[in-house]
């Protein structure tokens, strides 16, 4: 009999905004900080009561209860915490990183081009590094043989997961040197 273990996933869902001038006002007024970005612009912290943020805002949070369902916690809301937006173009990306102090993490993808560069998440088992695991060669890579998994960036899509799921994104290679639009944030 097989037994999984320590499965965690992430969450996936859909909402249509438009966020995308926001996100441009803000970038031509603040200079924005460097966190996991290598190249591109990287947000400060948003102000959460802005009320152009509310509808994404009740999204996270109510599917932030949906998600926890699967891991049977005993809370009926949760409380998004921090939000800041990256604005990656041709060559920059996000380093492997977690959200330490939070529950949940994740990122809603305002503008994706074609190319533009995808979620990674990167498997931390130390062991599975130093034993012989990594030169197996496999049929097909799945969740359970690989010590990387890559989610495609959608439009419109947001992704949940645990704040200490390590996780960066790609680099952007579309051609035409369109950017990438993403609005991250923490949940406790």
Not at 81 to 91: A, E
Not at 99 to 128: K, M
Request: charged share 20%; proline share 3%.
């Amino acid at each position: 009999m097989y037994t999984r273990l320590f499965e965690y996933g992430i969450w996936q869902s859909y909402l249509k905004t438009n966020l995308r001038e926001y996100c441009d006002n803000i970038r031509k007024q603040d200079l924005g900080r460097n966190q996991s970005n290598v190249g591109g612009y990287h947000s400060n912290l948003l102000n959460l009561n802005e009320p152009i943020l509310n509808p994404l805002i009740f999204f996270i949070e109510t599917e932030t209860l949906k998600y926890s369902k699967q891991f049977n916690i005993k809370r009926n809301s949760f409380k998004l915490v921090s939000m800041w937006f990256n604005i990656n173009g041709k060559g920059n990306y996000n380093a492997f990183h977690t959200h330490a102090g939070t529950i949940f993490s994740g990122v809603y993808y305002v503008n994706v081009p074609e190319n533009s560069g995808d979620l990674e998440f990167l498997r931390e088992d130390a062991d599975l590094k130093i034993s012989y695991w990594y030169k197996i060669d496999y049929a097909s890579y799945t969740p359970l043989n690989s010590d990387k998994w890559t989610v495609s960036a959608k439009e419109n899509v947001l992704y949940l997961f645990p704040s200490f799921y390590r996780h960066g994104v790609q680099p952007n290679c579309n051609e035409n040197g369109l950017e990438r639009y993403s609005i991250s944030f923490s949940l406790i």
